[in-house]
Nanobody, 127 residues
């Protein structure tokens, strides 16, 4: 059983910032691309951002580009999602995930590529 532990969610006013963290076991984190996904009520889970094993490649959903920043600290086995200029439409449960089977430096935007998932952390943005 691999446990990814997210933290940092909460309630924020529109325009504010939050930083999500996700810690994974070292044996998984070191070989994994790491991603963030989110799911709003009544909607499907959607891609938010991903980062390669080395941290040199990152991708973002168009809806968060320029506002969110993904990063990783390989010494702490932790991936972060800095969320700035939050909007009410960012309200969702945010999930951290690891793609431990990746063989390239190009992380995937497809949730089906990710084999381990966190329990999710709620982010609520009020208008």
């Amino acid at each position: 059983q691999v446990e990814l532990v997210e933290s940092g969610g909460g309630l924020m006013q529109a325009g504010g910032s939050l930083r999500l963290s996700c810690k994974a076991p070292g044996r998984v984190f070191s070989r994994s691309a790491m991603g963030w996904f989110r799911q709003a009520p009544g909607k499907e889970r959607e891609f938010v951002s991903t980062i390669s094993r080395s941290g040199s490649v990152t991708y973002y959903a168009d809806s968060v580009k320029g506002r969110f920043t993904i990063s990783r600290d390989n010494a702490r086995n932790t991936v972060y999602l800095q969320m700035n200029t939050l909007k009410p439409e960012d309200t969702a449960v945010y999930y951290c995930a690891s793609d431990s089977q990746i063989l390239t430096a190009d992380p995937s935007r497809d949730p089906a590529s990710y084999d381990y998932w966190g329990q999710g952390t709620q982010v609520t943005v009020s208008s």
